[in-house]
Structure formats: structure tokens, C-alpha cells
């Protein structure tokens, strides 16, 4: 492994519970807010209550755990040695505690022993160990700083995620920043050294990866980085010992194998989540199938296999809706709430009851008792979920406190059944349940969800209180005219007043005097939207001015930035009696068959196949980007019409007509495409088309049979034109008999066209209608020729006789007698 080698889970685990003494963290008092706020009569007030609160994220460090609460605080607990908890101590916490100065957070994240959260304005903010730079502070190069510090240079930060000993994060330009520890490559900029520790090999400040610019997503691993871009694709840079990024590479472990640039995960086209673990990688795909590579020791590639895999791998049996990949385990949320999870047991990372070293190749049964989960996380050996009512679960190894259920353990193993370790998930105290009050309801009311409705003139206690701990602050409801402001929606803004008395945000009430005018802006978060005004009889997006004679109420609704959609229309154009049908590659379009359309965000790649029906076939595309053979490729970048053209199948029928001799005739179909065909002719036929020969033979001529006919009747002939066909019609010439009879003694010859007739030994034959034969008679001995009858002949000259039909002709002898 060159000349670092990598301190494995295990080992990080020993030696962290051989430095560190368990510690338990006093119980923590409740703030409610806004304080001491005043309101008018029927005007309303949102309180929150910090202390204890609903999560609304969560991510997981190596041995420590962190959660993000509605009101933009954060909370961690677990392994502290390094200050990763950002409460200002290095005293290990079993519950959760809040971090130094931290409010207003959009997202927090956890890596091997150091946090980073990202605000609205897009800075970001580290704390925990900064031995390489990993808190982007160059001024704090040490072991441990337990509160948080600003990361230099990154003011428009979308996303950040903590690695080992590294952390990157999205400017927003869609490429990537790194900064931290890079004996792997994993800051991505071309560069690496294996030396531990040595200057050369860590950035204390961010340095942009190379050639990525599409970025959406970003996750870091151990050693290593993983980016998802815009287009579905996956490229990871840093350590690539098991396979972890994805590229195919030939592995041999423990041989070091790095990628200091981006390579490009091999297979994933349409991924739109990614999660990188410290040796794998798992991602969720469009279809909601998810897909795992790296490290696989037991099982944690979820495959059915133990085998490092360099390429992704599917995970069997479930769709999930969230991912999250840990040391030695994974775990997926699905859509019905439910977890699974696969891989390494020995702490009880299943978080289903299983005996403790039972792992699991596959997904395991679902998590004990969670059904209402919206997103997961992995630690080193332990696993948290949230849940739909912003509480949360953990479960797995609880050494530090990292479950955060109020107690502490060594980490000893066997564990199950013991406080080192929880089997099935646990809550973690002090997150979610606070029950509000209000000491006089006759002034204001409260609902469970700390919304204050004022009812009369006074003042009232407002009390949260959850677990024995408890805050309050006292709301005052005047007569006053009151302006508040509330904001809306799924997005992030600033709502001011022209006289600076309202900052919504921090201020979202001021009191007025009757009569008097104010006017509000709105200014959305980078990534959301403001959307408009309703209430005070406000609209639109522009400014809002109210004037004051009662307690008015503004609403502002921000929302979340998304991208323009476009309508593909896909039209089916049939030729005659031909059809087919059009299915695109995600089913938005399936099996147009007239007209149809579907919506895509702009850019999104589509790609159109044309079937033809039975007996039709496809004869081309028009409005695409590209064409290959029956599929279309269309970019939406606007709104786009293609247009698949079909026609019926068509087969050649070929006519022969055979005539045998001086036969003749012809062949007539019904439809006239053969007409009066005397030798070879041919037709073209939509597939399925029934087709009717008529032979007629010429004067003289018979028809004497088909062949290549479907049926026959006498001289029709049907076919079917299900493929090309030939039909043969054959005509003969007619044949007529010529018989000769003679009276009397002597002899009868034809002496044209042939010497057939030679009465006595041949008296008829057979010629073609309308062949001139002459008759001559020739008397015996003492006898006279007396004449002809029949055929038209009389006298005693030669017979000429024309064959139009059988005849019969009579050649009399006459004896002459005796001297």
C-alpha cells in the first residue's frame, strides 16, 4: 500500500476506546422564539422551541451522529476526541448537544471526525479534526476544534459532504471543490502523495476538481470522492483499491490502485442519488433500482456475493426512495417507509433483532418497528433514520454514545442484549414530542404544533416543554394594529420592511399606528424562488404595500428552484392501411398509436421506438436529432414534434402466362392491376390483399390449369398476399378431328400439311382449329372416283377442307365393271 496504510474500521475503533472515557451531557434547557413577541387580536404567532426539536435531516459520521432541526440548529452526539460534537468540549455525549453557534443551517454533514453545515447564503462552516486541512481553515491546523469555523472561500455553496479526512462541496456552477487531506487523490485536482500527514499531501483550502462542470450531488468517502452529474452519469476520483470507483478497473487488494481525476462510473446513465461509504459506493437509479460497487466483505454490496466488485452491481428485492452506505453495511429506505438493511451484523447493524455476526448479503428483513421513515444514514457501525414526524431512530455499535440514547459503552462484543450495542432501532432522546401550552387561553390559544392564535387584549405564558425539560416566554396580544409576515412554501427567503422594523428571518411582527402604510420585499435563498404575496392585499412578486387600520397578516411563498419542462408530441403518421406504434425509453410515451405527448425537464435526453403492426412497416422519422433504424433521439431542450411514419406492407404478385404451341390467352384481375396479361405481368399488394385471376383463352385456344394458386375454379385463381407470389396460367391450341369415309374400292391421302390420312390404314387425325387439309382419292383397280361429300368438298378434284370443328368426309368409288 505504498508507504501509508490505511487504519481500518476495526482499528479506528480500538483506538479510539482505548483514548476516550465515556461522558454523559446534562440535560439541556428549552428556548422558545420568538421572545416575548406582541400581536393584535386574530393575528397568529409561530413559536419553535431549540433544546429539543423536530430533525428535518440527519447524516452520520464514523463514530458520531448529527441531526438538523426546523429552526436551523444542530445537534450531534457520540464520539467527541476531536470536537466533532461542536459544543466546545472534547467530552464524548450519549445525547444530543447543540453545536456552538449554529443557526439557520440548510444541511449538515458528517465524516470520519469532523462536521460541516451549509447555510441559505451559501457559506459553510467546519469544526472536529483540521490534522489536514479538512475544515477548509487554515488557521486552525490541529487535532481537535470544537466549535465551528468558516471554510475559506466558498460563498455560494448548493451541497457539502465530509469524507474521512477530507470534504467537498458544490459552488453551484455545477463544478466541484475539495479541500483536506489528498495522499489518494480524493481532492480530485491531478495530484496525490502517500505520505501521512506531510504538508504536500493536504489543501487546508478548497481546489477545484478537474473537468467536472455538471455537478448536482456530491458524496465523499473514506479516501475518495464521488460526484453525481446532471446527466445521470457518476465520476469518482481518490482510492481505488476496491473497485470503489466504479470504473472496471482491475483490482488486487491490499495494491493500492488511485485515480487523482475523475473517472466515470461504468453502467449508470440515469442515477439521481448517490451515497459513498468508506470502501463502496451505493446509488439510487431513475427506476428506482439501486446499484452498489467497491469493497464487498460481508456483503455489503448487497449483491448475494462477498467479492469486491470494480462495476456496479445490482441490489435485489428492493426499490428504494433513500440510500445510505456505511463502513461495512448499507441501508435503504423504501417507499412504503420501511428499512432494509445488508452486510455486516457483528453490532447489530441490521436493526432487525438478528443474532449478532449474522450478516446478510442481500437485504435483510425490514428494521424493526420503522414504517415511517424518510431517510437514512450509515456510520462506521451504526445506522440512524428519521422519520416522518421528525423524530429518530439509530441502532447498531453504541461505544460513545453514538446512538444516543442516554448511555454510554465500551464498544465489547458479544453485545446483544448489553448497552454496547442496539439491535433494533432506539429513539434518540431529546429529538421531536414537545407539547406546548398556554397559561391563559382567554388571550391566546396554542395548537399542538406551537401556532398561537390571540383571542383577547393581555398577556399569556407560552410553555414548551418534552422530557422534564421545559421553556417559555411570555406572548403579548395589543390592540395596536399588528403586521405580520409569514412565510410559505418549500423554499428559502427574506422578507423586509421599507422601515427596517420587520426582518422575517429574525422579525416577523411589528406593531403600527392605525392608519400608517408599510411596504415589504421579499428576496428569495439562492436555489428557491419567490413565488408571490397573498394576504393584505398583496400580489404578485413585486413589492407589497399594506395599509394598516386593523392587524393584517402577509403571506410570502417561496419556492424551490426547478428546472423548465418541455413537451415532446409524438404524431403517428399512417399510411393507407399501415399502422405502428411509438414507446419512448421512460414510458411517457407508451404505444402512441394517433397522437400523443409528454412533459421532460429541460434537457432531458429521450429516445423514441417505432413497432410496426403485423402487415405494416416503418418507413421513416422526422423531427429528431437523431436517427438510428426504427429509434429517434430527441435532446428537450425546447418543446419538440416528431413524426413516425408507417405503411402497409406490400407484395409483388407476377402473372406468367405459359402458352403451349399456337395456344394463347390472357389474365385479368379483379382489380385491374393485372390487365389482360398475354406473357409476364406483375402488381404490387398491401399485405393480406385477396387477389382474383381470370383466365381467357384466345379463339382457337382452350386454358388448360393454374399453378402457384391459393384455390381454383376452373379458370379463377385466387391468392393472398401475405408474401410475393407467382401464378402461371398455361393455353393450348384447339384440336379438331378430321375422319374420312370411304364407298367403294380406293384410297384417300392427305397430301397437305402432312401424309396422316392414308385410307386404308389411317382414316382421321387430330389438327390445330382452323389448319387447311387437302384430300386426294385415288380409285382401285375397275374403279372411278364418283366424288366427295362432307367438309364442304364435292366433285372429283382434292378436298380442301378448313377445320373449324370436327367433320367427316366421304369419298365415293364407283365400279366400273367387266369388258
Known amino acids: 500500500m505504498n508507504s501509508k496504510t490505511k487504519l481500518s474500521v476495526a482499528t479506528m475503533v480500538v483506538a479510539l476506546a482505548c483514548a476516550l472515557t465515556a461522558g454523559e451531557v446534562a440535560a439541556q434547557t428549552i428556548t422558545v422564539a420568538p421572545a416575548s413577541p406582541t400581536i393584535a387580536v386574530g393575528q397568529t404567532q409561530q413559536f419553535t422551541a431549540t433544546g429539543v426539536g423536530t430533525a428535518t435531516a440527519i447524516d452520520m459520521g464514523a463514530f458520531h451522529s448529527c441531526a438538523r432541526f426546523q429552526d436551523g440548529t444542530v445537534r450531534c452526539w457520540g464520539n467527541n476526541v476531536s470536537g466533532q460534537l461542536g459544543d466546545g468540549t472534547q467530552t464524548d455525549s450519549s445525547m444530543p448537544v447543540a453545536v456552538v453557534g449554529i443557526t439557520g443551517a440548510a444541511a449538515v454533514t458528517g465524516g470520519g471526525f469532523h462536521t460541516c453545515a451549509r447555510f441559505p447564503d451559501g457559506t459553510l462552516q467546519c469544526w472536529g479534526r483540521n490534522n489536514a486541512g479538512q475544515l477548509g481553515d487554515p488557521a486552525t491546523l490541529r487535532e481537535a476544534v470544537t466549535t465551528p469555523v468558516r471554510v475559506t472561500g466558498i460563498t455560494t455553496a448548493t451541497a457539502v459532504s465530509a469524507g474521512g479526512f477530507h470534504t467537498c462541496a458544490l459552488p453551484g456552477d455545477g463544478t466541484v471543490r475539495c479541500w483536506g487531506q489528498n495522499d489518494y487523490g480524493q481532492l480530485g485536482n491531478g495530484t496525490s502523495d502517500p505520505v501521512p500527514d506531510s504538508p504536500s499531501t493536504f489543501n487546508p483550502t478548497p481546489v477545484t476538481v478537474s473537468g467536472i462542470t455538471t455537478a448536482v450531488a456530491i458524496s465523499a468517502g473514506g479516501w475518495y470522492t464521488c460526484a453525481l452529474l446532471q446527466n445521470g452519469t457518476i465520476r469518482c476520483w481518490g482510492d481505488n483499491t476496491y473497485g470503489q470507483l466504479g470504473d472496471g478497473a482491475t483490482i488486487a487488494p491490499p495494491t493500492v490502485r488511485i485515480a487523482s481525476t475523475p473517472v466515470t462510473v461504468s453502467g449508470i446513465t440515469t442515477a439521481v442519488a448517490i451515497d459513498a461509504g468508506i470502501f463502496h459506493v451505493c446509488a439510487l437509479l431513475q427506476d428506482g433500482s439501486a446499484r452498489c460497487w467497491g469493497r464487498n466483505g460481508d456483503g455489503r454490496l448487497g449483491n448475494g456475493s462477498t467479492a469486491n466488485s470494480s462495476t456496479p452491481t445490482a441490489v435485489p428485492g428492493v426499490n428504494p426512495v433513500a440510500l445510505g452506505a456505511g463502513a461495512e453495511h448499507a441501508c435503504a429506505v423504501l417507499g412504503d417507509g420501511t428499512v432494509r438493511c445488508w452486510g455486516d451484523n457483528n453490532w447489530g447493524q441490521l436493526g432487525n433483532g438478528s443474532p449478532e455476526g449474522t450478516t446478510s448479503t442481500i437485504p435483510a428483513a425490514p428494521a424493526t418497528g420503522i414504517t415511517t421513515a424518510i431517510a437514512t444514514s450509515a456510520g462506521a457501525e451504526h445506522n440512524c433514520v428519521l422519520l416522518r414526524d421528525g423524530t429518530v431512530r439509530c441502532w447498531g455499535n453504541n461505544n460513545f454514545g453514538r446512538v444516543g440514547v442516554g448511555t454510554t459503552a465500551a464498544g465489547t462484543r458479544p453485545c446483544l442484549n448489553s448497552p454496547s450495542c442496539a439491535f433494533s432501532p432506539v429513539a434518540v432522546d431529546g429529538i421531536g414530542g414537545v407539547v406546548w401550552t398556554s397559561s391563559d387561553t382567554t388571550v391566546a390559544t396554542i395548537d399542538a404544533n406551537g401556532l398561537a392564535t390571540a383571542r383577547g387584549p393581555g398577556s399569556t405564558t407560552i410553555t414548551a416543554a418534552s422530557g422534564g425539560r421545559s421553556g417559555s416566554t411570555v406572548l403579548t396580544v395589543a390592540t395596536r394594529p399588528t403586521l405580520s409576515v409569514v412565510r410559505e412554501g418549500t423554499g428559502g427567503g427574506t422578507v423586509r420592511s421599507g422601515d427596517g422594523r420587520i426582518v422575517c428571518g429574525a422579525t416577523c411582527a411589528a406593531d403600527y399606528a392605525s392608519g400608517s402604510s408599510a411596504t415589504l420585499t421579499a428576496t428569495a435563498d439562492p436555489g428557491s424562488t419567490f413565488e408571490g404575496w397573498r394576504g393584505g392585499g398583496c400580489a404578485g412578486t413585486g413589492a407589497c404595500t399594506v395599509t394598516l387600520s386593523a392587524s393584517t397578516t402577509v403571506f410570502a411563498s417561496f ?31 407508451n404505444n402512441c398509436g394517433t397522437s400523443c405527448s409528454a412533459s421532460y425537464d429541460s434537457g432531458t435526453p429521450v429516445t423514441l421506438t417505432a413497432r410496426p403492426a403485423t402487415g405494416s412497416i416503418f418507413t421513416g422519422w422526422s423531427g429528431c436529432d437523431a436517427v438510428s433504424g426504427t429509434t429517434c433521439t430527441v435532446t428537450m431542450n425546447a418543446a419538440r414534434s416528431v413524426t413516425a411514419s408507417f405503411a402497409r ?40 390483399t385477396p387477389v382474383t385471376l381470370t383466365a381467357r383463352p384466345a379463339t382457337g385456344s382452350i386454358f388448360t390449369g393454374w399453378s402457384g394458386c391459393d384455390t381454383v375454379s376452373g379458370t379463377t385463381c385466387t391468392v393472398t398476399m401475405n408474401a410475393a407470389r407467382s401464378v402461371t396460367a398455361i393455353f393450348a391450341p384447339q384440336t379438331f378431328t378430321l375422319s374420312v369415309t370411304r364407298q367403294g374400292n380406293g384410297t384417300v391421302t392427305s397430301i397437305s400439311p402432312d401424309g396422316r390420312i392414308d385410307c386404308g390404314s389411317a382414316c382421321s387425325a387430330s389438327y390445330n382449329s382452323g389448319t387447311v387439309v387437302t384430300l386426294r382419292a385415288t380409285p382401285g383397280l375397275l374403279y372411278a372416283f364418283a366424288g366427295w361429300s362432307g367438309g364442304g368438298c364435292s366433285g372429283t378434284g382434292d378436298c380442301v377442307v378448313t377445320l373449324r370443328a370436327n367433320t367427316t368426309v366421304t369419298a365415293r368409288f364407283s365400279f366400273l365393271g367387266l369388258f
Open 559 to 589: 419556492g424551490v428552484f426547478r428546472p423548465a419542462t418541455f413537451t415532446l408530441t409524438v404524431t403517428v403518421n399512417n399510411a393507407g392501411t399501415g399502422s405502428g406504434t411509438v414507446t419512448s425509453n421512460d414510458g411517457g410515451i
Open 649 to 688: 406492407q406490400r407484395f409483388t404478385l407476377t402473372v406468367a402466362v405459359n402458352n403451349v404451341g399456337t395456344g394463347s390467352g390472357t389474365v385479368t384481375s379483379n382489380d385491374g392491376g393485372i390487365n389482360n396479361c398475354g406473357a409476364s405481368c406483375s402488381a404490387s399488394y398491401d399485405s393480406g
